[in-house]
């Protein structure tokens, strides 16, 4: 039976400011990789949708992976952390990641909260679940040179840190991380999830079908994120206006029903991504227009020489 999805996590996600850090585009191959971790109820959207071009902070990603992991169960019962910078909404997710030995501090009682999460950071802490040891006699890698091993186990092809890491990255390393083999286990971390009841073989089928950007028939969508599978969920977009003359300010206004049923009126992911982009560009440029007059405006830019 599949665990129920945690309201607190929900909230948590929810609470995380969307401006943390700066935005960098994102693929539609993301998009449907989220989708597809979003139908198996593996990771949920904010209040903004799945945010995939936004980088995240350490809590923000320990956060993401506990949920990925399928342990938000387990959250409230780990042992206390030792850290005095976490937030009360992310307790129970750093202690979970602390005390299972996927996460450490950054000192005996910091745990780094808003500092930017790497993807050093997260592939280290991904293979630290899937049994990978980066510590004793028998390490496997070390902590800050996770590359080697996480190309070898397949999930990433990078071969160092490109300065640049975001949801959408961090979902893709995890959707690959579900066909990676265990250490010393004769089973992926898929096959492992499965076993615990987090998902059933026939919701994996499902949600691989998904992230190729195939469609399948579930008779609604699965999660809060932005959805992935069943069409419409009743957003209140006007029927008789196209949903690319929509405005990035008026994207926004909208609630993640809302933001769903506009997705969904794109042809495709391709379309929605490209409507995307281009609506958050030009509300971007506009903010740095100034009217000084009557159908008169200086950009700021121009003013300031740059």
Avoid at 38 to 59: A, I, P
Avoid at 189 to 197: A, K, Y
Avoid at 295 to 304: C, F, I, R
Wanted: hydrophobic fraction near 35%.
């Amino acid at each position: 039976m599949k665990k129920a999805v945690s309201m607190a996590l929900t909230a948590a996600l929810l609470a995380v400011p969307a401006t943390t850090m700066p935005a960098a585009a994102y693929s539609s191959t993301q998009q449907n990789t989220a989708e597809a971790l979003n139908h198996l109820e593996l990771f949920l959207g904010t209040g903004s949708g799945f945010e995939l071009d936004r980088q995240m902070t350490r809590v923000e990603g320990v956060t993401m992976l506990v949920r990925m992991l399928g342990l938000e169960d387990e959250a409230d019962k780990a042992p206390a952390h030792p850290f005095q910078d976490v937030d009360d909404w992310a307790d129970d997710y750093v202690s979970c990641a602390w005390s299972e030995g996927l996460s450490n501090g950054v000192s005996s009682i910091r745990f780094g909260s808003t500092m930017e999460l790497s993807e050093t950071m997260f592939l280290t802490m991904t293979l630290r679940a899937l049994g990978y040891e980066d510590s004793g006699e028998a390490a496997d890698f070390t902590w800050d040179k996770p590359y080697a091993l996480a190309k070898q186990v397949g999930l990433t092809d990078a071969d160092s840190d490109n300065g640049t890491f975001t949801r959408g990255d961090a979902v893709e390393v995890f959707w690959n991380a579900l066909s990676a083999d265990m250490e010393d286990v004769d089973k992926t971390l898929s096959d492992q999830l499965i076993e615990d009841g987090v998902f059933t073989s026939a919701e994996l089928a499902e949600a691989r079908k998904i992230q190729k950007g195939e469609s399948i028939s579930t008779g609604g969508s699965s999660g809060s994120g932005g959805g992935s599978t069943g069409g419409n969920t009743g957003g209140t977009t006007t029927p008789d206006k196209a949903p690319e003359d929509y405005t990035w300010e008026e994207y926004q206004a909208m609630t993640p029903a809302e933001q769903e049923a506009l997705y969904y009126r794109f042809g495709s992911v391709s379309d929605f991504y490209t409507w995307y982009n281009a609506a958050k560009e030009e509300y971007e440029e506009s903010q740095n227009v100034i009217e000084i007059g009557p159908g008169e405006s200086v950009d700021l830019g121009d003013l300031l020489g740059q």
